[in-house]
């Protein structure tokens, strides 16, 4: 790989001048190199990472038709990652009028990464950085260990889809710790209102109890105002410790856990193995936010370099060719959807609505029609407006608020439905619905979205693990389940368990045969899908998988 | 209505018929399909298709190296993935002496359009498993799209057109794209990895030699006068035969050289010449059943596995495998290669017995039995509109007095699981399966089979011993 030439780079560094300007923000260093085919080749399966860890699946075709996106957090074709300094891609060809496109878009995104709350947990260090002394490390275990370095990394990725990343992003953006202590935010915000259930006036009371305990002996207010409560509910002291425990291992994911209480990676010669299971976390945690900022990122540096495009006065004469360009990647396609035309879309949809005041109360107490579509109080506010939204939103904020009726009627939007036409032979797309909320469950039924399955220590016995998958309508990928739970049984050293939902029958309309000649075809007869669900638990022991049911829905 | 098929009808209808059966018949029968190939989408649908091309990708496909610098996403291509495949299945191996099963999967079939580039190609393969949401239960036709621009609630925006209710437009065999076979060397290949891999059995030389047309050269024969190379010790000896009878070697005892005379016609040579080279070679049949009611996912599970078992073969007689395909519905015709095999469309009634006729009169008219060794495997949904065999099962029996190893694939369709098809019932009733263990193998499996499936269907279908 090879650095861009000074030309090309004077020409970034203009573009960063004229991106500061409007506003955007990013570190002053940013590396930029071209890429051959040949570069490619070593960089996709590595997402992108020039330093990323070695590991043998990497150099196999792996099937990516089943849940692509489900298993990787991350693109493997991204043009720019997330590093200190940026370091972005390029083909060695571009004319400079499309380099400048270029550089803005990856401007935008650099200035995403850098002030999305969503990426806080990766500011503070270089990835490729860590992640260089990372593959140093696993490549030196490798000579040591051998293939069982391999199987660590393997087991380890097939739960990496589990990490506690917003555990870890609330971590990132706790406030300080009040003053207060923990007894006393525990008694007033959960003792009370959840164990005692206590009605709104002896709340209040017990607070100015404690505001008179506080006044009369000042130090020594809350232990006199505690004194009170031991006596009253005996029980508390014990369920508050109780609580700090509960508390500290709940915010544990799989993979921490497993490192914290395994009694298998405990043992000394398996101690090798906890440094690389870190890593698989870690650069985990560093893709998760990637995926859940996808439209908003697109979105956000198509905007950009649309915006920058337009107004940079080095690039004379190319406008055209700009916009053939630019309208390839911004169209919204008939059928389909495309991150970045979306983003695009709804940016300038929010920004017009905040300029004219729209987000306000003022404007939802209006009902007249006429009167909502001339609303404009003329606030000059749209451009902070998205700055804020790139701030503090993710895919899914992004979408559940802002799209609305007025956004899908705006770009003639609507859910496109698919059927078969038996007698045409043809697959019919046919506008569903144009209504916003089925656009908008449309979009988020489609955004990653990973199982939610938490350890139930109070199921666990006899050193096993009980894994409970919190179902939310979609089964688990049953072909994966067993070679996924054999991984964890190895790191865990003990029986394994995991409960979750799957389909018990489905109960659709037989295929009825038709016979032409006796009755007319038969008319396609659209059947809802009755799913009914089951509750299994599946047990890994000894590499031996077994099931049992253990309840059962009869609808 | 073909006529012949109508009579066909009426005369098994006169024997009795169970109502499904008949069911089944009927609708067979007035399908309207035909046996051609499966249409290469023309120009002129292309154009048509230009102004509706519905995009299937999500949001997440997208990205910017691509869609915005326009540098392809490259893959790996197949041999650089072939160069280390030997170390992929090592590496697989030695994770089941661990105790770990095995990860790689081999044997995808890629096979791109017509014109000599079609090929088969060994792709080693794997998936990473997690536990993810399986999104597999949303029916194709539900799952949501987004789009935009006019139109009202309803009103229908496009078509694409479906060649077959069952297959998706042109993927699978009998459903068009492939082209000539240009696949011998990567079918090698594949033939290898699936004996090593899978440890299919290694089949036993039978001891049944046969001469090729195919010949090695060799210096075994000798030539006096010239050659490429003198021989040394036939030549003294012939100098000496010589020398005797001129008289120039009179007393053992006292041997004087100097007298000794050479002919030019003493020098004896080893000279290059052509041998006979003696090699077991097979002669495989392949059949299907390409009636009407093998639509879809059974006909794509057949011609997978024959391609699997081709490579086997393929690799286990060093490339020396000839094959025959044969395609039947009430009657069966033989096609000349393998695309034809792949792509003809499904359509008519089901007869298995036209199609083992025709193997028995090929294999009898040919005197095939002297020269090679004999495989049949034969694929099919079990759909048989001769019930109870009674034409099949004479014809088989015939087929297993001459041949290594026959081999019946029923992929039975998903919506009738009662592990009852015609074929199957009538072949358990002949008992044949039992008899003839080492000659007859049947393996059945559901329409939806996988990778994995296929191959232990397979490697049921070869084994020496019965699994």
Redesign the interface.
């Known amino acids: 790989m090879e650095l861009i030439d000074q030309h090309t780079k004077k020409i970034m560094e203009g573009c960063k001048e004229r991106a500061r300007k409007a506003g955007l923000r990013f570190q002053d260093e940013s590396l930029e190199y071209i ?1 051959t ?1 040949r570069d ?2 070593e960089l ?2 590595k997402l992108m990472i020039p330093t990323l860890y070695d590991y ?2 990497h ?5 990516k038709e ?6 990787y957090p991350s ?6 990652i997330n590093t200190r300094p940026a370091i972005s ?3 060695d060809n ?1 004319p400079d009028w499309m380099n400048v496109m ?1 550089f803005y ?1 990856v401007l935008a ?1 650099i200035d995403f990464f850098q002030n999305n709350l969503y990426f806080r947990h990766t500011w503070d260090y270089d990835f490729t950085g860590q992640a260089l002394s990372d593959k140093r490390m696993i490549a030196k275990l490798r000579s040591e260990k051998g ?1 069982w370095v391999d ?1 660590v990394v ?1 087991f380890a ?6 990490v506690g990343y917003h555990e870890e992003l609330s971590r990132q953006n706790r406030r300080p710790k009040t003053s207060r202590s923990k007894m006393l935010d525990y008694y007033f915000d959960v003792f009370l209102q959840s164990e005692k259930k206590v009605k709104i006036h002896e709340y209040i009371k017990e607070i100015e109890r404690y505001n008179q305990c506080i006044n009369e002996s000042k130090e020594l207010g809350e232990k006199s105002f505690f004194a009170e409560i031991f006596k009253k509910y005996p029980e508390f002291d014990a369920i508050f410790k109780k609580s700090l425990e509960k508390k500290s291992e709940q915010k544990l994911d799989l993979i921490q856990f497993v490192l914290e209480h395994s009694e298998f990676l405990k043992k000394e010669k398996n101690s090798w193995m906890k440094p690389i299971i870190e890593v698989v976390r870690k650069t985990s945690l560093f893709f998760q936010p990637q ?1 859940r900022t ?2 908003m990122n ?1 979105g956000w ?1 198509s905007y950009w370099h649309e915006r920058l495009f337009l107004q940079d006065d080095r690039i004379q004469g190319h406008e055209v060719d700009f916009a053939r360009t630019h309208s ?2 911004t169209s ?9 035309a ?1 983003g695009m879309r709804l940016l300038y949809y929010i920004e017009d609505l905040s300029d004219k005041g729209k987000y306000s109360i003022e404007f939802r107490k209006l009902l007249d029609a006429k009167k909502r579509e001339d609303f404009d109080a003329n606030t000059g506010q749209g451009n902070d407006f998205i700055f804020k939204i790139r701030e503090n939103s993710n895919d899914f904020m992004f979408i559940n608020t802002f799209v609305d009726q007025d956004f899908v009627n705006r ?12 007698a ?11 209504k916003a909320e089925d ?1 908008r ?3 988020l ?2 955004l ?4 939610y ?1 938490t350890i139930e220590q109070n199921k666990s016995n006899n050193g096993s693990l009980y894994l409970m ?1 919190h179902f ?1 309508d ?11 739970m ?1 991984g964890i049984e190895y790191l865990w050293g003990a029986p394994v368990q ?1 409960e979750t939902s799957e ?1 018990k029958q ?1 109960e659709a309309s ?2 009825q ?6 009755t007319t075809p038969i008319k396609e007869e659209k059947k809802e ?1 009755q ?1 009914k669900w089951q509750r299994v638990r599946y047990k890994m022991k000894d ?1 031996k998988l077994s099931k049992e049911i253990i309840a059962s829905e009869d609808r | 209505m073909n006529p012949k098929l109508k009579e066909l009808y009426n005369k098994i209808k006169k024997n009795g018929l169970p109502p499904e059966q008949e ?2 018949i ?2 067979e029968l ?1 399908d309207d399909a035909t046996h051609d190939f499966a249409d290469e989408p023309s120009d002129a649908l292309q154009i048509a298709d230009e102004a ?25 291509s ?1 041999n ?2 072939l160069r ?1 495949i030997d170390e ?1 299945l090592e ?1 697989d191996k ?1 994770r089941e002496k ?4 095995r990860k ?2 081999v044997g ?1 079939l890629i096979k791109p359009g017509r014109g000599g580039k079609d090929k088969v190609v060994v ?13 597999s ?1 949303q ?25 077959s ?1 069952d297959v998706q437009g042109g993927t699978g065999p009998g459903q068009g794209e492939g082209g000539p076979h240009e696949m011998e060397s990567n079918a090698y290949d594949l033939g290898k990895i699936l004996t090593e891999k899978f440890e299919l059995p290694n089949l036993k030389d039978k001891g049944k030699k046969r001469s090729l047309t195919r010949y090695t050269y060799d210096l075994t024969d000798k030539h006096r006068g010239f050659g490429q190379l003198l021989d040394k010790k036939a030549t003294l000896r012939k100098i000496v035969e010589t020398n005797m009878n001129l008289g120039n070697l009179t007393d053992i005892s006292d041997i004087d050289l100097t007298r000794f005379l050479v002919s030019p016609k003493d020098l004896v040579y080893r000279i290059l010449s052509r041998e006979k080279d003696y090699e077991s070679q097979a002669m495989v049949f392949f059949v299907r059943d390409y009636s009407g009611s093998m639509a879809g996912k059974s006909t794509v599970l057949v011609v997978a596995q024959h391609v699997l078992i081709y490579s086997w073969l393929l690799y286990q007689y060093a490339m020396q495998v000839e094959t025959r395909f044969i395609l039947h519905d009430t009657e069966a015709t033989e096609v000349p290669d393998f695309y034809t095999y792949y792509n003809s469309k499904v359509a008519g009634g089901t007869q298995v017995s036209s199609a083992y006729r025709l193997v028995n009169e090929i294999v009898e008219k040919e005197n095939l039995v002297r020269d090679y060794n004999i495989y049949i495997f034969h694929g099919t949904d079990g759909d048989d509109w001769d019930t109870d065999g009674k034409e099949s099962i004479p014809q088989l029996k015939q087929m297993l007095t001459y041949a290594n190893r026959v081999g019946i694939t029923i992929a039975e369709h998903a ?1 009738d699981k009662t592990n009852n098809s015609e074929v199957e019932k009538y072949l358990k009733k002949s008992g044949l399966l039992e008899e003839k263990k080492d000659l007859l193998r049947m393996d059945v499996m559901q329409e939806d089979a996988d990778e994995p499936r296929l191959i232990e269907g397979i490697k049921h279908l070869i084994s020496e011993k019965e699994t």
């Open positions: 890429v085919n490619l080749l996709t399966p043998w699946v150099d196999v075709e792996v099937l089943k849940g692509r996106y489900e298993l693109n493997p074709y991204e043009t720019v891609f390029y083909n571009n270029i878009h995104h293939r199987y393997e990725r097939g739960i990496d889809n589990l995926i996808k439209i697109e540096a390839g990647v919204m396609p008939r059928v389909g959807l495309n991150p970045y979306l770009y003639k939007l609507f859910v496109v439905g698919r059927r078969l036409n038996q045409k032979r043809v697959l019919e797309y046919y506008v569903k619905s144009r656009y469950r449309m979009l039924d489609g990653y979205h990973p199982p399955i998958h939310e979609k089964p688990l990928v049953k072909e994966f389940i067993s070679n996924t054999l995991l389909v489905i037989k295929p045969l038709t016979i032409p000649g006796l899908k799913i590499r | 069911q089944k009927l609708l007035h509706f091309r519905p995009t299937s990708q999500n949001i997440y496909a997208y990205n910017d190296l691509f869609d915005l610098q326009a540098i392809s996403a490259l893959q790996s197949h650089t993935s280390s992929l590496r030695q661990d105790g770990f099963p790689i999967n995808r792709v080693p393969s794997t998936v990473e498993e997690k536990f993810i949401h399986d999104t239960l029916a194709e036709e539900e799952q949501p799209y987004g789009g935009s621009g006019d139109g009202e609630e309803g009103e229908v925006i496009g078509e694409q057109p479906v060649r209710p919506h």
